[in-house]
């Protein structure tokens, strides 16, 4: 019966690889097949960040290590999550639409609301988003048992390396795009360059070694 184990079932790098690159195909497939541009890719890579904040909270509250006497309680890092989380998604929001209304006033085929969160393809791709960020929290978090080592505090940062190489660098490319006039096919590149910066966080935290 071991064999029918979820523990083992989903365990090894080869679910690990398998979720980072189904995650970061479902902007690909947008680009591709729906005609997206650079405006809806940066706009889903920012909910990404809603996403990966709404499931931190919780291993914050659950997380038993650490030091309480000097860390605090998890409630209150848990707060102090919410609003320093807060306030940089929002400041990540405004560089991001301001790089979107650009990229709109360039083609001039609708505004970024209509093209983002006003089309149900765009909902349909965050929420498979937060499906495959789910089922990866399942795993490594709950199904290990991670919280009975982990300290709220550490959780707390956990997110920020992950958010600044990954999205700083997105941006970053998205601006060099719009500066140089970048042709539309473009937009992929933002996409793969994310996708090889996750693989290659994963390797250096350790995600994909074989006891994942």
């Avoid at 990966?52 to 909270?57: D, E, H, N, P, S």
């Avoid at 405004?94 to 969160?117: E, K, P, Y």
Wanted: aromatic fraction near 12%.
């Amino acid at each position: 019966m071991a064999l029918l184990d979820p523990r083992r079932l989903f365990a090894g790098p080869a679910w690990t690889l398998g979720l980072i690159l189904a995650g970061n195909l479902i902007p690909v497939l947008g680009v591709a097949f729906l005609g997206w541009d650079a405006a809806q890719i940066l706009l889903l890579f920012w909910a990404e960040n809603i996403v990966i904040g709404l499931l931190t909270l919780p291993r914050i509250l659950a997380a038993e290590g650490g030091r309480p006497e000097q860390e605090g309680s998890p409630a209150a890092t848990g707060c102090f999550f919410v609003v320093h989380y807060g306030v940089f998604c929002i400041g990540h929001l405004v560089f991001a639409l301001s790089l979107a209304n650009d990229f709109v006033r360039a083609d001039g085929q609708g505004g970024v609301w209509a093209r983002t969160f006003g089309d149900g393809g765009f909902w349909l791709a965050v929420l498979a988003v937060a499906v495959l960020h789910l089922v990866a929290q399942i795993r490594d978090w709950w199904m290990k048992r991670a919280w009975r080592d982990a300290s709220p505090v550490l959780e707390m940062f956990r997110p920020y390396g992950r958010i600044v190489v990954l999205h700083v660098t997105v941006l970053v490319g998205a601006w060099l795009m719009l500066t140089f006039n970048a042709p539309a096919w473009a937009v992929l590149l933002l996409c793969l360059g994310k996708a090889l910066l996750e693989v290659i966080g994963a390797v250096a935290t350790g995600r994909l070694s074989r006891a994942s």
